[in-house]
């Protein structure tokens, strides 16, 4: 039973991807991070029956970084410096959306010849992980918007974080550790670094920032 | 014990965000002493650490702790007379950050805790952040940005790349500690396909962050944008520390017998940034720039002599060594010379020689040994690596990096000669420099370049051995 929550949760998150790359504001994007945060950090509770204290104070610590206070503080961001909602790609909507079909096809080929015992319960577990990793990588590349993508450098260490925890209790521990500090620290100085650019080109399109080249 | 050589500048550098200024700049040369001492101490006699499971004193570290240490004592002389000459808003920002810089540094040469190695590379990157961004303009906060992004993703790489690793322990059945002088014993047990994986992924990781091309565009401005004692820093010592992670991973990759998988990756890696950085360097109109290219090469150099293995291993310990010394001198002269002519552009510079003749005497020593010319020690390393490379078979790979070199070379030198012999290309708009050449602003190059020019001729017993035996853990070896 529990095996099915697992991979209905993960076929919205599967769903919430598509969602990603064919959405053209940041409040949307926000909103789909913010969901994507949820279902990752909650993935634990299923897939492990037994739990260490420990292990859960740390999955609800993620949980409420990943779902609450980075999606809120960067929805606070750009209430505040009225940042610009329009996430200008750099490549189109459909091409986009294509790209993240593409992506989930190959993703679930992929993860069928990998030999990872430890998640042959659930088929969706690996496909998943990998979508989520590339999404971010690709709204990384694809947006111009520096919200947009920092956004998306979190849903690859959402990729990360479920690919971690599902690998193995060493795995998990690890990702603990280094994902917390990553998303503090990172996210903390990307939004100072935002302010700034706010600041200084007033606004965060950061095709403005190519006085610099080579 | 060994943890102590981190703590204390880490405890030093917070300190300097709240004291007078004054007090944080004799605070940062007493640090560089004192760590000085603390890794000489390292070398004589090596004590056990008090976290034995995520810290140790390795060959390697050992080498980079002492290059680290030895840069930044003269670094920190220099930054004074640099902070005396160039006024700087924040200056107790810089201060601080520069000596946690250090800190996470030194903690990246000794961790042994592959997970503490990634934490102290990652720590590096936020130690290190607020120094390029020092100067609070447009430009530096791009610099900043596409730092902070860029190195980010890198990190986030390689924590893929662990992911991986554990998961070839677990497909292993090994259940030894996650550190590398752990899982080297036993690195034949571990899953070979995984293995592979979590060692591309590491090397992408950690390659951002050394600047292998092509995931090297945050290093030109990033170098060019922080203060000069920071860009010294950043690029003799932060590029050997993320090249130390893919060391230690190699070492793991040798013993589990795949050298040659990761061979052939990081020649390829080499060869890029070697051919990115001559075809950048030709037509580079600032020369803090084109020094920052200079790095991407000599990067390219050390990734492609480990790749190469045997007497070419021997080759990049050496190439790093001296890497860092020379480079760093340069960019300490680069960081006059923009005192001297308040410009970044070559064209605004010219006839240094006469101008700047202490500056001149450094930067032109410095040219000499980037280039590879024979007094230094690069001209050494690259020799090892190219005759590695012709032993071993790898022509092609040989005559790329020979070819490149000349390249380099030539585009180098032509840029040099402006600065150093030209006329300004507009006399009305350059004037003279107005800039006194204090001992605190030129000894430190000097000292650098002796060091580099001494130890091509006279390696310590000591050293010599250790560098035997890091390159030895990687299958190198002067046959």
């Known amino acids: 039973m529990t095996l099915y929550t697992v991979d209905t949760l993960l076929s919205l998150v599967l769903l919430s991807v598509l969602f990603a790359f064919g959405s053209s504001r940041v409040p949307a ?19 492990t029956p037994d739990m260490e204290t420990g292990a859960v104070i740390f999955t609800i610590a993620t949980l409420v970084i990943r779902g609450v206070l980075i999606p809120l503080s960067i929805h606070m961001a750009i209430r505040k410096v009225a940042i610009q909602r329009d996430v200008s ?20 080929v992929i993860s069928r010849y990998l030999n990872i015992p430890s998640i042959s319960d659930s088929q969706l577990l690996f496909p998943a992980a990998i979508s989520l990793l590339v999404t971010g990588m690709f709204l990384l590349m694809a947006r111009r918007n520096a919200i947009a993508m920092v956004i ?39 939004a100072v670094i935002l302010q700034n650019i706010k600041q200084t080109f007033d606004d965060v399109d950061t095709s403005l920032l190519r006085t610099l080249k080579e | 014990m060994v943890e102590m050589v981190f703590i204390t500048p880490f405890i030093t550098g917070l300190l300097a965000f709240i004291l007078p200024k004054a007090v944080s700049r004799q605070l940062l040369v007493l640090t560089g002493a004192v760590h000085l001492v603390l890794s000489l101490l390292l070398w004589k006699n090596t004590p056990r650490a008090w976290f034995a499971e995520y810290f140790a004193v390795t060959p390697e570290g050992l080498l980079s702790l002492l290059v680290i240490s030895l840069l930044f004592f003269l670094i920190a002389i220099y930054t004074t007379g640099y ?52 100067h609070r303009s447009g430009a530096s906060l791009e610099a900043t940005w596409k730092y902070v992004l860029i190195c980010s993703v890198g990190i986030a790489m390689a924590l893929v790349g ?132 200079s790095s991407i090469e000599n990067m390219g150099i050390i990734a492609l002599g480990t790749g190469i293995g045997g007497l070419g291993v021997y080759g990049a310990v050496i190439c790093m060594i001296h890497h860092s010394l020379i480079k760093s001198s340069l960019f300490l002269s680069s960081g006059n010379i923009l005192m001297g002519y308040k410009d970044r552009l070559i064209a ?63 585009g180098f030198a032509g840029q040099v000669m402006k600065i150093c012999f030209d006329a300004p290309a507009d006399t009305e708009k350059t004037p003279a420099p107005d800039f006194r050449e204090t001992p605190a602003l030129v000894w ?36």
């Open chain 1, 152 to 190: 998306g450098y979190i849903m690859l260490e959402n990729g990360i974080y479920l690919m971690g925890t599902t690998f193995s209790v060493r795995a998990r521990h690890i990702v603990e550790f280094g994902i917390l500090l990553d998303v503090l620290a990172g996210v903390m100085i990307m």
């Open chain 2, 348 to 410: 605004n510079t010219g006839q240094m020689a006469k101008q700047m003749p202490k500056t001149f005497v450094a930067f032109f020593a410095g040219f000499a040994g980037i280039s590879g010319f024979p007094p230094f020690g690069i001209f050494i390393g690259e020799l090892f690596i190219i005759m590695a490379a012709f032993k071993s078979g790898h022509f092609l790979a040989a005559i790329v990096f020979i070819f490149s070199l000349c390249v380099i070379f030539a």
């Open chain 1, 89 to 108: 790609p750099i490549v189109g909507y459909h091409a986009s959306l294509f790209f993240g079909l593409g992506l989930i096809v190959a993703a679930a």
């Open chain 2, 162 to 293: 662990s992911l991986f690793l554990t998961l070839s322990m677990e497909l292993g059945g090994v259940t030894a500690a996650m550190s590398f002088s752990a899982l080297t014993p036993v690195a034949g047990q571990l899953d070979p396909a995984w293995l592979k994986a979590g060692f591309i992924f590491i090397v992408v990781g950690y390659g951002t962050k050394m600047g292998l091309a092509p995931m090297h565009t945050w290093l030109p401005d990033a170098h060019s944008e922080a203060p000069s004692p920071a860009s010294a820093l950043l690029s003799g010592v932060l590029l050997n520390c993320a090249y130390l992670g893919i060391f230690k991973t190699n070492k793991i990759m040798v013993a589990a017998g795949l050298s040659d998988f990761s061979g052939t990756i990081l020649i390829v890696f080499g060869l890029l940034s070697i051919v990115a950085a001559a075809t950048y360097i030709l037509k580079q109109t600032e020369y803090k720039r084109m020094l920052a290219y």
């Open chain 2, 83 to 134: 902070l005396a000459a160039h006024r700087l808003k924040s200056e107790n920002i810089f201060t601080g950050f520069m000596l946690l810089f250090l800190s996470t540094m030194t903690m990246v040469t000794l961790s042994d805790h592959i997970m503490v190695l990634w934490i102290a590379i990652e720590a590096t990157t936020l130690a290190s952040a607020p120094l390029i961004y020092t």
């Open chain 1, 29 to 47: 994007l926000i909103k789909v991070m913010a969901f994507q945060g949820i279902v990752v950090s909650i993935i634990p509770f299923f897939i």
């Open chain 2, 444 to 479: 430190p190059q000097y000292i650098l370049l002796l060091t580099s020019l001494i130890l091509c001729f006279f390696i310590p017993d000591a050293l010599y051995q250790t560098i035997v035996d890091a390159v030895h853990a990687i299958g190198g070896g002067l046959q």
